[in-house]
Protein backbone atom coordinates (compact mmCIF):
# COMPACT_ATOMS: atom_id res chain seq x y z
CA UNK A 1 0.00 0.00 0.00
CA UNK A 2 2.68 2.18 0.89
CA UNK A 3 5.00 1.81 -2.19
CA UNK A 4 1.42 2.48 -4.41
CA UNK A 5 0.87 6.01 -2.69
CA UNK A 6 4.73 6.68 -3.27
CA UNK A 7 4.67 5.88 -6.56
CA UNK A 8 1.00 7.84 -7.70
CA UNK A 9 3.03 11.22 -5.63
CA UNK A 10 6.07 10.37 -7.93
CA UNK A 11 3.95 10.47 -10.85
CA UNK A 12 1.91 13.66 -9.69
CA UNK A 13 5.26 15.36 -9.10
CA UNK A 14 6.35 14.50 -12.62
CA UNK A 15 3.26 14.76 -14.53
CA UNK A 16 3.20 18.75 -12.85
CA UNK A 17 6.45 19.77 -13.66
CA UNK A 18 7.08 22.12 -16.28
CA UNK A 19 7.97 20.47 -19.56
CA UNK A 20 9.98 22.29 -22.00
CA UNK A 21 11.26 26.03 -22.16
CA UNK A 22 8.51 28.14 -20.08
CA UNK A 23 10.10 31.18 -20.91
CA UNK A 24 10.45 33.36 -24.03
CA UNK A 25 13.23 35.79 -24.42
CA UNK A 26 12.38 38.65 -26.39
CA UNK A 27 14.23 40.05 -29.70
CA UNK A 28 13.60 43.43 -31.51
CA UNK A 29 13.14 43.21 -35.30
CA UNK A 30 15.71 44.99 -37.21
CA UNK A 31 12.60 47.40 -38.21
CA UNK A 32 12.46 48.11 -34.48
CA UNK A 33 15.82 49.12 -33.16
CA UNK A 34 16.08 51.40 -36.33
CA UNK A 35 12.62 53.14 -34.89
CA UNK A 36 14.14 52.86 -31.43
CA UNK A 37 18.04 54.67 -32.72
CA UNK A 38 15.77 57.23 -34.77
CA UNK A 39 13.36 58.17 -31.67
CA UNK A 40 13.45 61.53 -30.26
CA UNK A 41 11.84 63.55 -27.78
CA UNK A 42 12.05 66.09 -24.76
CA UNK A 43 9.58 67.39 -22.30
CA UNK A 44 9.23 68.80 -19.25
CA UNK A 45 6.91 69.68 -16.21
CA UNK A 46 6.88 71.70 -13.51
CA UNK A 47 4.00 72.23 -10.61
CA UNK A 48 5.06 75.00 -7.78
CA UNK A 49 1.59 74.65 -5.35
CA UNK A 50 2.42 77.29 -2.56
CA UNK A 51 -1.12 77.00 -1.24
CA UNK A 52 -0.04 73.25 -0.18
CA UNK A 53 3.48 73.80 0.08
CA UNK A 54 4.10 71.10 -2.82
CA UNK A 55 6.13 70.87 -5.62
CA UNK A 56 6.53 68.47 -8.46
CA UNK A 57 9.52 68.77 -11.55
CA UNK A 58 10.09 66.33 -14.49
CA UNK A 59 11.80 66.67 -17.39
CA UNK A 60 13.47 63.55 -20.32
CA UNK A 61 14.97 63.55 -23.00
CA UNK A 62 15.77 61.18 -25.61
CA UNK A 63 18.12 60.98 -28.12
CA UNK A 64 18.04 57.48 -29.56
CA UNK A 65 18.64 54.13 -27.36
CA UNK A 66 19.50 56.74 -24.42
CA UNK A 67 16.92 58.61 -21.83
CA UNK A 68 18.53 60.97 -19.76
CA UNK A 69 16.23 62.87 -17.35
CA UNK A 70 15.44 64.04 -13.83
CA UNK A 71 12.42 64.26 -11.04
CA UNK A 72 11.82 65.87 -8.03
CA UNK A 73 9.29 66.32 -5.42
CA UNK A 74 8.98 68.34 -2.27
CA UNK A 75 6.10 67.40 0.49
CA UNK A 76 7.03 69.90 2.86
CA UNK A 77 9.74 68.09 4.99
CA UNK A 78 12.16 66.94 2.34
CA UNK A 79 12.55 67.89 -1.50
CA UNK A 80 14.01 64.80 -3.18
CA UNK A 81 15.59 64.83 -6.50
CA UNK A 82 16.59 61.61 -9.24
CA UNK A 83 18.57 62.38 -11.89
CA UNK A 84 18.76 59.38 -13.88
CA UNK A 85 19.81 57.52 -17.12
CA UNK A 86 18.53 54.64 -19.45
CA UNK A 87 20.25 52.91 -22.23
CA UNK A 88 21.96 50.17 -23.79
CA UNK A 89 23.19 49.28 -20.05
CA UNK A 90 20.02 49.44 -18.64
CA UNK A 91 17.91 52.08 -16.17
CA UNK A 92 20.69 53.90 -13.44
CA UNK A 93 20.58 56.21 -11.02
CA UNK A 94 23.20 58.97 -11.51
CA UNK A 95 22.53 61.15 -8.63
CA UNK A 96 20.10 61.44 -5.59
CA UNK A 97 19.26 64.24 -3.62
CA UNK A 98 17.11 64.82 -0.43
CA UNK A 99 16.80 68.68 1.34
CA UNK A 100 15.50 68.70 4.17
CA UNK A 101 12.55 71.26 4.08
CA UNK A 102 10.62 73.16 8.08
CA UNK A 103 7.85 71.74 7.40
CA UNK A 104 4.45 72.52 5.14
CA UNK A 105 3.74 75.76 4.99
CA UNK A 106 0.23 75.91 3.95
CA UNK A 107 -1.16 79.49 2.13
CA UNK A 108 -4.82 79.34 1.88
CA UNK A 109 -4.59 82.81 -0.31
CA UNK A 110 -1.01 81.51 -2.40
CA UNK A 111 -0.86 80.67 -5.64
CA UNK A 112 -0.20 77.36 -7.89
CA UNK A 113 1.45 77.25 -11.14
CA UNK A 114 2.22 74.55 -13.86
CA UNK A 115 4.19 74.97 -16.64
CA UNK A 116 4.49 71.49 -19.44
CA UNK A 117 6.67 71.87 -22.64
CA UNK A 118 6.38 68.56 -25.05
CA UNK A 119 6.41 68.45 -28.96
CA UNK A 120 7.65 71.99 -29.17
CA UNK A 121 4.81 73.61 -27.27
CA UNK A 122 4.41 75.41 -23.90
CA UNK A 123 0.87 75.27 -21.62
CA UNK A 124 1.07 77.71 -18.79
CA UNK A 125 -1.15 78.30 -15.92
CA UNK A 126 -1.86 79.50 -12.55
CA UNK A 127 -4.60 78.69 -9.57
CA UNK A 128 -4.97 80.91 -7.21
CA UNK A 129 -7.48 80.55 -4.02
CA UNK A 130 -10.26 82.63 -3.56
CA UNK A 131 -11.59 82.77 0.13
CA UNK A 132 -15.14 81.77 0.23
CA UNK A 133 -17.87 83.19 3.19
CA UNK A 134 -20.46 80.42 4.41
CA UNK A 135 -20.98 77.01 3.39
CA UNK A 136 -18.05 75.70 0.96
CA UNK A 137 -20.67 72.67 -0.28
CA UNK A 138 -24.62 73.08 -0.54
CA UNK A 139 -26.72 69.29 -0.06
CA UNK A 140 -29.71 69.48 -2.73
CA UNK A 141 -32.20 67.13 -1.53
CA UNK A 142 -33.30 65.05 -4.72
CA UNK A 143 -36.40 63.92 -3.51
Do not use: C, W
Not at 13 to 36: C, D, F, I, M
Not at 78 to 102: C, F
Amino acid sequence: MKSIIIISIFVTLALASPQGRTSKTYVPSEYERHQNEAARYQFSSNIDDHISDLTHQRSEERDGLSVKGMYSYSDGYYKRTVHYVADDKGYRVLRMEAVPLDGPHVDLAGTASVNSAAHGSHLAYRIQSIPVEGPVSKVVDTQ
